[in-house]
C-alpha cells in the first residue's frame, strides 16, 4: 500500500542531485576580477583580446586564476584584491582607449559547475550595494521638439513652394497655418499632405481667416514618443560604459521610464552627473589639402579626429551644424541604388545653413563627428554632390543595413530626444548589503532550526522526515533560482524564510491526519495512507490561494516587492513537491517494506 | 507529544455571538484609529528622501538637525535608527527643489560636520512614482480579494468565498489599524507582507471549510453547527502547530533581520494572530449566517421527471 516503484525513487533522488548541484554554487563565493569590454560597438572582444590581456598581465607579473571569454567582455579572475587592482591600473593604461576596464565580482566555483551552467545566484543591489535610478523620459518635450520642428518645417516649404501665408501658430497639440484665401490654402494642404504625412489636416474657416490645423497623427505621436525613449536608452548605455560599471542593468520600464542599476557604484554624484549630460553632435568640413597622421600636431585652423573603421581625418575647427538641428534621422535606402542610408531631417535654421555650406561645398566632403566625455568621433565622412536644400538630408555609400540602423541612432542620440528627470534613487552602501547578507541568512537559519527542534520533538520519526523535506525544499528553492538566474534581494530573503514557515503547513497536515486516523483505530499502514490521501486536496487549496496573492505582487509590485513575490510563488511549488513527493518517500521507504506494521513513531 | 487530547468537539458555535461581536469592535477600533490618525505612510508612498548615515561615534542628533536647518533644510526629520551611531534623516518632497540632488547636498553637510560620516543607504522617491505605487498596491489588493473569492466559489460555494474574505480582509484593517496606532511606517514592504497576510491565513479558513464539507458528507445525522464544531475542533491541533512553525521563522526575521524586515515581520506576525481568530471564530459564524446547509454540497439527488410521451 505505501511503496512507491523504483522509478518513482529515482525520479526524487534525480531530482535533489540536481537541485544539489545548481545549489552548489552558491557556496564557493566570489573572487575579485576585472573585466575589459569594448568602449564601442563597432569592437568585438574576441580571442585576440583575450591573448592581448594574457600578455599585457604577464609582462606585468601579475598572476591571474582564470581568464575567459564571456559574452562581449574578457574576464579575468585573481586570488586577491591587491593583484586585481593592479592588473586594473595596467590594463587601464595599455587598453583604455578603446576598451572599458572594470573591477568585477566572479563566481569562484569551480570549472565543472560553470560548465553546466550552475550558476549562483545574482545578488540585488540591497545585498551587495549599489545605486538604482528611475529616470522618467519628458514625453511633453519631446513632443514639443517635434512640434517645434515641424512647424519650422512647413514654414520652410511653403515659403519654398511659394505658396502665401500669414503665419503658423501651435496650439496645445496642433499646429495652425493661415492662409490668405482658399486658393492658397488648397495649393497649401496639397503640398503638405504629401510632405508631412505624420499630420492629419483639417480646414476650418474662422473669423474671415482661412485656416489649416495640422494635427499629429496617433500612431506617429506613438512612434515619435517610442524613438525617444529608444534614444534615451541608447545614450544612457553609451555613457553608463563611461562609469566603468560592470554589468549595468538598463532598461525601459512602462512606457515613458528607463532603470539604470549600477552595482558596486558609490559616487552617486557621478553617477547622476553622467546620466544627466548630453552628447553632441557637429557637421564640419573635412581638411582636403593636408594629410592626417597619427602622433603629428595638425595643422592651425583643423583638429585630428578618429574614424570609426579606425583611421584618422583632419577636420576644420569651423562648426557648419550642431546636433540640435538634427530633429530626426532614420535608416532607408537610397532611391536611385537602392543602397542602405540614412535620411536626416533638419530644423529650418539647420536646413538653411546645411544648402548653404553645401553650395559651396559641392565635391568635397563633409564630416559628422559626434562628441561624448569631450571626445570626438567622426561617424561618417561623406562626398557632397550637390547642393541640398529643404532640410532633408541622406547620407549613403560604404553602409551595410545595420550601419545604417547604427549611424541614425548615434545621430539621434547626438541630439538627446527629450530630457531625464530622475524620480526614483535608491542607494545601498556596501557595508549596509554585507549586513542584509547576514540578517536574512541569520534569521532563515534560526528559524530553520527553531522549526526542525520543535517537528522532530513533537512528531519524532514523522517530524525528522518533515525537517528533511522541508530541507529539499530550501535547496530546490535555492536550486531554481539560481538556474532562472534570478536576482536574489533582501525581501527576497525574507521570501525564502516566509515559504520555510509556510511549508511546513502541509506536513503538519498531513501528520495531524495520519494521527487522526490512528485515533479512530485505523490500521497504521492504512493510516500513512489515508493521511497523505485526505491532505492532498487541502494542501492544494490552501498553496492555491496563497499563489494568487503571490501572483498579484508579481504583477502590480515593483523592484524588491516582485522579488519577494517570485520566490513566494516558486517557493509554493517547490513545497509542494517536498512536502508530498519526498516526505511520502521517505515514509514509504522506512514504512512501506514491513507488511505488518505494529506501530509508528509520530509521538 | 499531543497538546491537544480533546475528546469532545469544543461548541465553538455556541460562542459565535461573543466572538464575531468581539471581532467587530477590534475591527470598529481599527477603523477608529485608521480615520482618526492614519498611516504613516513611508517614503515609498509619499515621496522624499530617506537618508542612512553611520557615524563613528554616537551621533549627536540634535546638532546634525541643527546643521541641516542652516543648510536650507529645516523640515528635515531626524532620528536615530537601530543605534546610536546610525541616523536616519528624511526629508518631504519640495515642488521647487531637485529632489535627486538633495541627497548629495545632506551629505555635503554632513561631511563639513564630520569627515567620518558613512552614508548607508539613500532612498529618494519623486511624486508620479508614489501615486503609482499606491494605484499598484490598492489594483494588487483587488485582484488577491477577487482571486480568493473566485477560486472559493469554484472549489466550495459562494458562501465560503465570501466569508473567507470578509474574515480575512478584516485582518488586514486590523494590521492596519495597528500600524495607525502606533504610527509604524508603512512601506512597500509592509504592503507585500499583508498581501501575503491575505494568502496565507485564507489557508487556515481552506482548511476548516474542507473538513466542513468532508463531514457534511461523513456525519449526516449531525446539526450545521455540530459540523462546524467538530471541524474547527479536530483541525485545531494542526492550526496551532502550523501558525507557531511560521510564527518562529517569522519571529527569527523580527529579531535577527534588522529594520528593513523588522516592520515587515510585525505585519506578518500580527497578520498570523488574527488570522488564527478570524478564520476560525468569525468565518464559521459567517458561514451559518449566509446559511450554508448540506444541500449546498450534496446535490439531492434528481429523480427523472416522468415523461408523457404521445
Known amino acids: 500500500m505505501n511503496r512507491y516503484p523504483l522509478w518513482k525513487y529515482l525520479l526524487i533522488l534525480a531530482v535533489v542531485l540536481v537541485g544539489l548541484v545548481y545549489t552548489l554554487p552558491n557556496f564557493y563565493g566570489e573572487s575579485p576580477a576585472v573585466q575589459v569590454s569594448p568602449l564601442r560597438a563597432s569592437i568585438k572582444a574576441d580571442d585576440a583580446l583575450l591573448a592581448n590581456v594574457g600578455e599585457v598581465l604577464k609582462t606585468n607579473g601579475i598572476n ?41 565580482l566572479l563566481p569562484r566555483s569551480p570549472q565543472w559547475l560553470t560548465s553546466l551552467h550552475a550558476l549562483p545566484m545574482y545578488l540585488g543591489l540591497d545585498l551587495r550595494g549599489g545605486v538604482h535610478f528611475l529616470l522618467q523620459v519628458d514625453m511633453k518635450a519631446a513632443m514639443d521638439k517635434a512640434l517645434e520642428g515641424a512647424a519650422s518645417d512647413i514654414r520652410g516649404d511653403l515659403r519654398e513652394q511659394n505658396i502665401a501665408y500669414a503665419g503658423i501658430t501651435r496650439e496645445g497639440a496642433a499646429l495652425q497655418i493661415r492662409f490668405r484665401d482658399a486658393a492658397a490654402r488648397t495649393k497649401g ?74 552595482a558596486g557604484v558609490q559616487d552617486t554624484a557621478r553617477a547622476k552627473d553622467i546620466l544627466g549630460r548630453t552628447a553632441t553632435l557637429e557637421v564640419r568640413m573635412v581638411d582636403e589639402e593636408h594629410q592626417a597622421v597619427e602622433g603629428v600636431a595638425p595643422p592651425f585652423g583643423t583638429e585630428m579626429f578618429r574614424e570609426r573603421n579606425g583611421g584618422f581625418l583632419l577636420v576644420k575647427k569651423q562648426v557648419i551644424l550642431t546636433g540640435e538641428r538634427i530633429s530626426d534621422a532614420q535608416p532607408g535606402f537610397d532611391n536611385r541604388t537602392n543602397e542602405a542610408a540614412v535620411h536626416i531631417n533638419l530644423d529650418g535654421v539647420g536646413a538653411r545653413k546645411f544648402k548653404d555650406a553645401t553650395r559651396e561645398n559641392v565635391g568635397k566632403r563633409m564630416a559628422i563627428i559626434l562628441f561624448e566625455k569631450g571626445k570626438g568621433e567622426i561617424v561618417t565622412a561623406p562626398v557632397i ?163 494568487i496573492a503571490g501572483i498579484a505582487l508579481f504583477m502590480f509590485g515593483s523592484g524588491p516587492i516582485k522579488g519577494f513575490a517570485v520566490v513566494l510563488c516558486l517557493g509554493i511549488l517547490t513545497s509542494m513537491f517536498s512536502a508530498i513527493l519526498i516526505s511520502r518517500a521517505l515514509v514509504n521507504l522506512i514504512y512501506g517494506r514491513k507488511a505488518r506494521l505494529a506501530s509508528v513513531s509520530i509521538g | 507529544m499531543d497538546f491537544f487530547k480533546i475528546k469532545r468537539d469544543i461548541p465553538f458555535m455556541s460562542y459565535g455571538r461573543y466572538t464575531t461581536s468581539i471581532s467587530l469592535v477590534t475591527f470598529l477600533i481599527a477603523i477608529f484609529f485608521l480615520a482618526t490618525k492614519g498611516l504613516n505612510f513611508g517614503v515609498d508612498f509619499t515621496g522624499g528622501t530617506v537618508i542612512e548615515v553611520h557615524y563613528a561615534q554616537p551621533a549627536d542628533v540634535a546638532q546634525v538637525r541643527e546643521h541641516l536647518a542652516a543648510n536650507g533644510m529645516p523640515d528635515a526629520l531626524v532620528q536615530n535608527f537601530g543605534s546610536s551611531q546610525d541616523v536616519l534623516i528624511q526629508i518631504p518632497l519640495k515642488q521647487n527643489v531637485a529632489g ?27 511624486p508620479q512614482v508614489g501615486n503609482d505605487l499606491v494605484e499598484n498596491g490598492a489594483l494588487a489588493l483587488l485582484l488577491v480579494s477577487f482571486g480568493i473569492v473566485g477560486y472559493l466559489w469554484v472549489r466550495f460555494e459562494w458562501k465560503f468565498g465570501l466569508a473567507a474574505i470578509i474574515a480575512n480582509l478584516h485582518d488586514v484593517v486590523i494590521i492596519l489599524g495597528f500600524f495607525a496606532f502606533f504610527q509604524w511606517e508603512f512601506s512597500l514592504s509592509v504592503l507585500a507582507a499583508v498581501l501575503a497576510v491575505l494568502g496565507y491565513s485564507v489557508n487556515e479558513s ?23 464544531d467538530n471541524a474547527i475542533t479536530r483541525t485545531m491541533s494542526r492550526t496551532i502547530i502550523t501558525h507557531g512553525s511560521t510564527q518562529m521563522m517569522v519571529g527569527a526575521m523580527l529579531f535577527l533581520g534588522g529594520e528593513t524586515l523588522h516592520y515587515f515581520a510585525m505585519a506578518l506576525t500580527i497578520g498570523i494572530m ?37
Not at chain 2, 563639513?112 to 529618494?124: I, L, N, P
Open chain 2, 206 to 228: 481552506v482548511v476548516v471549510f474542507d473538513r466542513i464539507r468532508e463531514n457534511f458528507r461523513n456525519m449526516r445525522k449531525a446539526e450545521v453547527t455540530e459540523i462546524i
Open chain 1, 64 to 104: 591571474s586564476e582564470l581568464a575567459a571569454l564571456d559574452g562581449n567582455s574578457v574576464k579575468v579572475r585573481f586570488g586577491d584584491t591587491d593583484s586585481q587592482l593592479k592588473a586594473k591600473d595596467v590594463l587601464h593604461a595599455k587598453l583604455g582607449e578603446d576598451y572599458v576596464v572594470a573591477l568585477n
Open chain 1, 189 to 262: 494642404e496639397a503640398e503638405l499632405k504629401q510632405r508631412f504625412n505624420d499630420y492629419a489636416l483639417s480646414s476650418k474657416d474662422e473669423g474671415g481667416e482661412f485656416l489649416l490645423r495640422a494635427v499629429l497623427k496617433p500612431e506617429a505621436e506613438r512612434r515619435i514618443q517610442d524613438s525617444a525613449v529608444q534614444q534615451n536608452l541608447l545614450t544612457l548605455r553609451n555613457r553608463v560604459n563611461e562609469l566603468g560599471v560592470t554589468e549595468p542593468v538598463i532598461q525601459q520600464q512602462g512606457v515613458d521610464r528607463v532603470v539604470v542599476q549600477l
Open chain 1, 385 to 547: 554632390r550637390e547642393e541640398i536644400g529643404g532640410g532633408r538630408v541622406q547620407i549613403s555609400g560604404q553602409m551595410d543595413t545595420v550601419e545604417a540602423q547604427d549611424t541614425s541612432l548615434l545621430l539621434r542620440a547626438g541630439a538627446l530626444a527629450a530630457p531625464m528627470e530622475i524620480v526614483e534613487e535608491r542607494t545601498v552602501g556596501p557595508s549596509l548589503g554585507k549586513e542584509n547578507i547576514t540578517r536574512g541568512f541569520d534569521s532563515t537559519k534560526v528559524g530553520f532550526i527553531m522549526v526542525s527542534i520543535f517537528m522532530i520533538a513533537y512528531y519524532l520519526m514523522f517530524g525528522t522526515i518533515s525537517v528533511l523535506a522541508l530541507g529539499a525544499n530550501l535547496l530546490l528553492l535555492v536550486a531554481l533560482l539560481s538556474m532562472m538566474q534570478a536576482t536574489l534581494t533582501l525581501p527576497g530573503m525574507a521570501g525564502i524564510a516566509l515559504t520555510l514557515g509556510m511549508a511546513i503547513d502541509a506536513n503538519v497536515l498531513i501528520n495531524e491526519r495520519i494521527r487522526d486516523e490512528l485515533r479512530n483505530g485505523v490500521s497504521p499502514q492504512a493510516a500513512i495512507h489515508a493521511g497523505y490521501d485526505r491532505a492532498f486536496g487541502t494542501i492544494l487549496d490552501s498553496n492555491v490561494t496563497t499563489l
Open chain 2, 100 to 126: 535627486a540632488k538633495l541627497s548629495e547636498h545632506v551629505m555635503e553637510t554632513l561631511l563639513q560636520h564630520d569627515a567620518k560620516v558613512e552614508k548607508r543607504r539613500v532612498e529618494f522617491v519623486g
Open chain 2, 274 to 310: 488574527f488570522s488564527i481568530y478570524s478564520s476560525v471564530l468569525v468565518a464559521s459564524p459567517l458561514l451559518i449566517l449566509l446559511g450554508v446547509s448540506r444541500e449546498d454540497f450534496i446535490k439531492p439527488v434528481k429523480e427523472d421527471a416522468e415523461e408523457v410521451l404521445p
